[in-house]
């Protein structure tokens, strides 16, 4: 029998595992029997260029036997650990640092007899082994390990990187993680990202930060991954790539001004168009005025500012802009208060109010806050009219951000004004917290840093396919993160141009697009999420178009993005024609993507994408928008966990997995590339090789196969323009 007992999220670009060795038997296929984690805390402190990691773990050993293991700890190529230590329950334990030829013949031998590959993506790396004796049943075993390393910069960025894969490995879900991160440096931190998680960054200042996140009760697989700058120009840029073979490039550019002094945040003047109809009465009347009292006590010392709370009428407090004084907010305050609900929806004379309070020479961003509960029943009620209306009241600056209470307001009509003015959307529906949800909403737009901006490449590399489309407003503590394509390679000059209190600046950037860049897998899925978001937004905007679909489509099955589409269209795929005397491919199963027909969640989303306004419209409103923003891929994961209807730790057992820019299905024991997906017909040059054979273990030693390889024994994939099938 054999035991792969996994300890979770162990040391720069490496797992550590606990293992009970197989026991050479050959009795057919041994099982991976794995301790429950029941908990992972990491504390990390990174100054300038070292970074400290202390992890401390609880497994629980469920059998009844007493266990005898070895703690593997692979440790990648290029990373040198200065010190590593480790406890187990208390006791300093002695670590034995094998090279890696000798760490590749204990993987091949666990490989081999325990006919699981999973352990296959730590190939071609030395470890650590330390021997653990006893782990006693139905006890728990309390794990630390620390250890110091040398980080390097690559291109003026640094990173850190923290295994936290361990799903195929977990027999249940672990209870706890948490990683709480700090970074410390002589120059100023810029551009901090991570691909691989959403994260809480807290600032402290322009040289110091945190980053945190928490789980419960999920089965991680992907590694925690942190990128960052440490400079001290007014914007940094930042550069990641992936490109292969002969495909056009990806690129993920992250531009910020880090945590910029007060002083740099510009003056703004903020319109707050407020809805006070008779369908805002009641509780939600109170939220609101509560959440409007905030956004006043917060603007900034030298905003102006006016309030128009419309009904059947638009009505106006000051009839102009007015300073952000003490009286002024007292008066604004009281006059909230006061307001109460009746009366009809007049959108369009409410807007044109706002829109008529922008001075002709005012350079300074203008910012309207639409809120309203409702469809317009009073003046212009038609959607498209209205937006021609307002296209005419549109000047530079304006800035539209609409917020919708409940679901009986027209989604479409919201969504289209943010996008015509460069503002942002949100909603609160009837269960959420209106006013806790409209005070962050505004907290967004409260410091602008950098307004009216475009991005001008020169003509050396093509860069296209950009999204977002349209270049928001920065502001302060954000990045601007733009995902896109590039053909051709080399240095390559960036304009930012931008208005900055007032006044025209423009940034220069060198970038240097490169070819042959495979290590950031993630950014052609991230690119895709964005782009299908997009797209779908479109289609609602504007109705199907037949090539809009299309490319949802393609986009979505390349890349294992659920939609309304591709969620019944891969269903009615033909199987494609296998050559003669070759075994079929399998595809991935009609029925993983049928149950998600029949989930309500699936139809919602099918119906959010025709219908203006209800429940399913607003929450495709805020999936498309989260989608078109995308910054990581767990909120990939999430969006195919919410159209599951399914939890995280659920999910990640589920029938899709992104891996080297494009995504597998599972059907059954077998994995298939997406491309198989695409194909008009069978391929031609399909190599097959049998698992754990010789021509299995040559192909480890390419660099990038071993996370495909460690997916199962029986997999279909397209690798350096050559298709392989790995079976069993």
């Known amino acids: 029998m054999s035991f792969c007992l996994l300890l979770l999220s162990l040391p ?59 703690f593997l700890f692979p440790v990648p190529k290029e990373v040198v650990i200065q010190r590593f230590a480790m ?127 928490e789980q419960k009760n999920v089965r991680p697989d992907r590694d925690f991954e942190l990128y960052w700058r440490a400079e001290d120009k007014a914007i940094s840029s930042s550069l990641l790539q992936y490109q292969k073979g002969k495909e056009d490039g990806y690129f993920f550019l992250n531009l910020s001004p880090g945590w910029t002094d007060p002083k740099a945040v510009m003056a703004k003047d903020v319109v707050f168009v407020f809805d006070k109809s008779g369908s805002m009465s009641g509780k939600k009347m109170e939220q609101a005025q509560k959440a409007l009292k905030f956004c006043v006590d917060n603007l900034g010392p030298e905003d102006r500012f006016e309030l128009i709370p419309y009904s059947t009428e638009a009505q106006s407090l000051f009839g102009q802009l007015k300073s952000n004084s003490k009286t002024n ?21 409410a807007l044109q109010m706002a829109l008529n309070r922008k001075e002709k020479k005012a350079k300074r961003p203008f910012f309207v806050i639409f809120m309203t509960d409702g469809k317009p029943t009073i003046g212009e009620i038609e959607p498209q009219a209205l937006l021609d209306k307002l296209a005419g009241y549109q000047k530079d600056q304006v800035r539209i951000f609409t917020f919708g209470i409940g679901s009986d307001i027209n989604t479409k009509l919201l969504d289209q004004m943010t996008e015509m003015s460069k503002g942002y959307r949100d909603y609160a529906l009837e269960d959420e917290d209106l006013e806790l949800k409209l005070s962050n909403f505004y907290l967004k737009a409260a410091s602008p840093v950098l307004s009216n901006i475009e991005l001008v490449f020169d003509k050396k590399v093509k860069v296209e396919q950009l999204y977002p489309r349209k270049t928001e407003d920065l502001f302060r503590g954000e990045s601007l993160n733009i995902m896109g394509r590039y053909k051709g390679d080399g240095p390559t000059k960036l304009q930012l141009k931008a208005l900055v209190n007032g006044e025209e600046k423009t940034f220069e950037f060198q970038l240097n697009f490169k070819k042959k860049q495979e290590e950031h897998s993630f950014i052609p899925d991230l690119w895709a999420l964005r782009a299908v978001g997009y797209l779908l937004d479109q289609i609602r905007f504007n109705g199907e178009q037949e090539e809009l679909k299309q490319e949802v489509i393609r986009l979505a099955k390349k890349h294992g993005i659920i939609t309304p589409y591709t969620s019944y269209l891969i269903v009615e795929d033909q199987p494609i024609a296998i050559n003669p005397g070759i075994r079929p491919i399998p595809r991935p199963s009609p029925q993983v993507f049928q149950e998600e027909l029949d989930d309500q969640a699936q139809r919602e989303a099918a119906q959010g994408l025709k219908e ?86 040559k192909l480890l030693e390419e660099d990038g196969l071993q996370e495909i390889l460690a997916l199962g024994n029986n997999i279909t994939f397209e690798w350096k323009e050559e298709w392989i099938e790995i079976y069993e």
Do not use: C
Request: positive net charge; proline residues 3%.
């Open 12 to 70: 720069l670009w490496a797992s550590g595992f606990l293992i009970v060795m197989p026991d050479g038997s050959g009795n057919g296929r041994q099982v991976l029997f794995p301790l429950e984690n029941r908990s992972t805390q990491v504390e990390v402190e990174i100054s300038d260029f070292m970074a400290s990691t202390s992890i401390k773990q609880t497994f629980y050993n469920p059998t009844n036997s007493r266990l005898e293991a070895y």
């Open 87 to 213: 406890t187990v329950n208390g006791k300093m334990q002695e670590a034995e640092l094998l090279d890696a030829k000798k760490a590749k013949q204990i993987y091949e031998q666990i490989v081999r007899q325990a006919k699981d590959p999973a352990l296959l993506e730590y190939y071609n790396q030395e470890l650590f082994k330390v021997r653990i004796f006893p782990i006693e049943p139905r006890s728990e075993q309390k794990i630390e390990l620390t250890y110091h390393q040398a980080l390097k910069k690559d291109d003026g960025s640094l990173s850190y990187r923290l295994p936290m894969n361990s799903a195929k490995f977990s027999a249940k879900p672990i209870q706890n993680i948490s990683l709480r991160l700090k970074l410390n440096n002589k120059q100023a931190i810029k551009n901090v990202y991570s691909p691989s998680h959403e994260i809480e960054l807290i600032r402290k200042g322009e040289k110091a930060a945190s980053v945190g996140f």
């Open 329 to 349: 907010r007292e008066e604004a305050k009281e006059y909230i208060d006061e307001l109460r609900a009746i009366g009809g929806t007049n959108i369009e004379e």
């Open 612 to 697: 203006s306004s209800g429940t399913a419209s607003v929450r495709a409103s805020r999936r498309f928008k989260k989608m078109n923003q995308a910054q990581n891929m767990a909120e990939m994961e999430q969006e195919r966990a919410e159209l599951n209807n399914k939890d995280l730790a659920q999910d990640n057992a589920s029938a899709i997995v992104n891996r080297a820019g494009r995504a597998l299905y599972r059907q059954d024991n077998n994995w298939v590339d997406a491309n198989y997906l695409l194909l008009d017909k069978a391929p031609k040059n399909l190599r097959r090789v049998a698992f754990n054979s010789k021509e299995y273990f």
